[in-house]
């Protein structure tokens, strides 16, 4: 496809963006009988390698049952070629040595279980099972720099390969192009007003490594999972094992508690930590590869769905949406629930008139609930900047805090905070009577 040919014709797209979140809207649009092309700025690795347009790829990245159950929905059997890579799936929360904010999680049976992999073998498992659509082509090395228009609708996208400039006519352009989209100044050049936009910021960073044991596990937990200790202990670990029989480790902290990058400083804030399990872990392991340390900026939310006037036919989707404190590990769930978001617009009403407003609103929802959980979870900790803070938060965060002590001593506090935690139920739950009820029984202190 060349800028030579600007004719837009009906049944073009074009997908910014070759991670999760593109993939999964390329082959949402293929299913919806459009010719596809995916325009991606880095060259595409042949094998399941980290690359530079993906940086957090090197950290822990763990897909919620509601996102594998999601992706399984839209690429039937890719379940099955992820444990074929070497997936592994954990039963929340009996497989894992967790202590939440108010102390040990018991080791009731498993309600929900959670995909562990590196991100890279996620990203090429899905990418080689898109590539096979002969709807769906790749244009890599090329990267998107705005917007062709006409009449207030979408007609191309402008891409930079090398020294060379070029249109890709397109009827309909979805940016999946992550968090550094620059889907607003875009809108603001093609005559469109840009999206309001509200951050929160913990501060968070992360070092992570990869990791083989020399010796087995101690016990019978598959991993270890500690979380942020309320404000006392803004600190976090985690060890799970992911393919070819290794384990990915991370420690991070919110503002003033940023972990070392160094081997020994690693391990000695590992022994910091709420308990002694990720500490004896690493005793009993070796390093398999450098360590990565991160600092994500903050989260932030972009409210596509909100503004005046938008170009029909450009859609938004993923991170260029709405990024969260990973902490909370959301993004990859809600990218795969606004895939089929989009695809349950395009089956009940098409692609005519109001079809962008219809799918932005559908891809806003579907971040809503998750921003609201993880915005209510970062705004305890004083360092935070953003946000809105309201008096209900204060509320909030005392019943939060009676329902996570009631999760270490009953299952139906456990399993309701697991739920919402997992984003397979609202908040809202955490309010239901059998809930309401452990949180006054269980939830003293
Ligand atoms: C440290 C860390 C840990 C995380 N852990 C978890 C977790 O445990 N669970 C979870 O669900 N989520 C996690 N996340 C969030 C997750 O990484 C994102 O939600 C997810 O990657 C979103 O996918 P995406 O496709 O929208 O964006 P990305 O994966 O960032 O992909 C964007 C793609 O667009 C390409 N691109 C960018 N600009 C252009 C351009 N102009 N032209 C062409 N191509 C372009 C990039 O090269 C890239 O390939 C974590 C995030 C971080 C930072």
């Known amino acids: 496809m060349s800028g030579e040919d600007s004719s837009a014709t009906p049944r073009n797209a074009v997908v910014v963006g070759a991670g999760l979140a593109g993939l999964l809207a390329a082959s949402v649009l293929a299913g919806a009988d459009y010719d596809v092309t995916i325009v991606e700025r880095d060259r595409l690795p042949a094998g399941p390698d980290a690359r530079a347009g993906i940086p957090q790829a090197h950290h822990t990245h763990l897909l919620f049952e509601r996102g594998e159950t999601g992706v399984e929905e839209l690429l039937p059997g890719i379940r099955s ?26 080791r009731f049976p498993s309600r929900r279980t959670v995909l562990s992999c590196t991100r890279p073998v996620l990203d090429w498992t899905v990418r080689r099972r898109v590539s096979r659509d002969p709807r769906i082509s790749f244009r890599e090395g090329a990267r998107a720099i705005g917007l062709e228009t006409s009449a207030g609708a979408v007609t191309g996208l402008r891409l930079r390969c090398g020294d060379t400039s070029e249109v890709i006519p397109a009827a309909l352009v979805v940016d999946a192009s992550g968090r550094s989209s620059a889907a607003p100044a875009w809108l603001v050049d093609a005559g469109f007003p840009a999206p309001a936009e509200e951050t929160v910021d913990a501060a968070i960073a992360y070092t992570t490594g990869l990791f083989r044991r020399t010796a087995p596990v101690p016990g019978p937990a598959r991993g270890v999972y500690l979380q942020v200790s309320g404000t006392s202990l803004p600190r976090f670990g985690i060890a799970l094992p992911v393919e070819r029989d290794r384990w990915i480790v991370a420690v991070g902290g919110l503002r003033g508690h940023e972990p070392p990058t160094d081997q020994e400083g690693f391990a000695a804030f590992a022994a910091t930590l709420a308990s002694p399990a990720l500490a004896g872990f690493l005793a009993g392991a070796v390093a398999d590869s450098p360590l990565r340390g991160f600092r994500p900026p903050g989260s932030r939310r972009r409210h596509f769905d909100r503004t005046a006037r938008r170009p029909e036919g450009f859609v938004v989707v993923g991170d260029a949406v709405c990024t969260f404190n990973p902490v909370y590990g959301q993004g990859m769930t809600v990218a795969v629930r606004q895939a089929l978001a989009l695809r349950g617009v395009l089956t009940d009403h098409g692609t005519g008139p109001g079809f962008t407003r219809r799918v932005q609103r559908a891809v806003a929802a579907e971040a809503a609930g998750p921003w609201k959980i993880a915005e209510a979870e970062d705004l305890r900790h004083p360092g935070t900047r953003g946000g809105h803070r309201t008096p209900l938060h204060r509320l909030q965060h005392a019943y939060l805090d009676r329902v996570q002590r009631a999760a270490t001593a009953d299952v139906t506090a456990n399993y309701a905070l697991l739920d919402v935690l997992a984003l397979c139920a609202p908040p809202t739950r955490l309010f239901a009577p059998s809930v309401l009820f452990s949180a006054l029984r269980h939830g003293g202190r």
């Open 81 to 106: 070629e992820l444990r074929e890579a070497g997936a592994v799936s954990l039963g929340l929360p009996g497989d894992l040595e967790w202590v939440g904010p108010a102390g040990v999680i018991p």
